[in-house]
């Protein structure tokens, strides 16, 4: 597989971790600022868990990956991941993370949404996990490693749940 070099200013020679992070953060942000339902704070928040020495570094993947937020609407309770991404094209859901995402589901009993925040269009939406068009999707791999699934902004808006502007 050919690896995906990223060209554009913002994220020209970064590391997946440090783009990830940044755009996590932001999508964060916004779900805090902007999502229409109440929710907790409950995810790990981008803990260094990279060496034994750490804390989490033995921790289940399961574990680790725990959605960012519980949130409670009319339908009852559900868990949200976010994400962050700029364009048409979304390759911040790392293919691990979305099979985790599934498992943490099936584990916990609760749906699973992700938000998703685009900050060149100022629009986010919210899809649940099973809604997610990766069969579709062709699975690249940032050039520091991480393999994702290149998703299209459209199809995730068409499949979402919520939609809104920021």
């Not at 902007?34 to 804390?55: A, C, I, Q």
């Not at 949404?113 to 939406?125: A, D, E, G, Q, T």
């Amino acid at each position: 597989m050919e690896p995906l070099l990223m060209t554009n200013r913002s994220s020209a020679g970064q590391t997946w971790q440090r783009m990830g992070g940044v755009a996590g953060t932001i999508a964060e942000g916004k779900f805090e600022e902007l999502y229409p339902h109440k929710w907790l704070r409950m995810g790990f928040d981008r803990p260094d868990w990279s060496d034994d020495t750490s804390v989490g570094y033995h921790l289940p993947k399961l574990l680790t990956a725990m959605p960012d937020y519980l949130a409670r609407n009319g339908e009852g309770p559900y868990w949200v991941e976010c994400i962050g991404c700029k364009g048409n094209i979304v390759r911040s859901m790392k293919t691990h993370k979305y099979e985790l995402l599934l498992e943490w589901q099936d584990f916990i009993g609760l749906p699973v949404y992700v938000y998703i925040w685009n900050s060149s269009k100022k629009r986010w939406l919210s899809i649940h996990v099973n809604d997610i068009p990766v069969d579709e999707a062709p699975i690249k791999e940032f050039h520091d490693g991480p393999l994702y699934y290149e998703l299209q902004w459209a199809d995730l808006e068409e499949a979402a749940k919520w939609i809104g502007k920021g």
